[in-house]
């Protein structure tokens, strides 16, 4: 007997002789939710983080190791934004 004619008869049958990656692939294709708590949460932060930026629009005096630098404060809090997401995603890589 085949393995084909085996998988049919076993699925016929009742049982599964699925694979753990035929299992996995096939999770994904019933159209699970992309949409989920987690990713709506952290939609909603960013979005608000890009509005507070971007209201912020007057220069700022900036001082920490360089002499002292003028910019405008979006610009300063998206420096620091993105310099944030780069941290948190080697952290979040690290734990893997």
Excluded: H, N, Q
């Amino acid at each position: 007997m085949s393995p084909k004619e085996t998988a049919s008869s076993d699925r016929s049958a009742g049982t599964s002789t699925l694979s753990r990656k035929e299992t996995a692939s096939s999770d994904r294709s019933t159209g699970t939710s992309t949409f989920t708590p987690g990713r709506i949460a952290i939609t909603a932060l960013v979005v608000l983080v890009l509005v507070f930026i971007f209201e912020s629009t007057w220069p700022v005096k900036i001082r920490r190791l360089i002499p002292e630098v003028s910019m405008p404060l979006w610009l300063a809090l998206g420096a620091a934004a993105v310099i944030g997401a780069i941290c948190g995603g080697y952290v979040i890589r690290r734990r893997r």
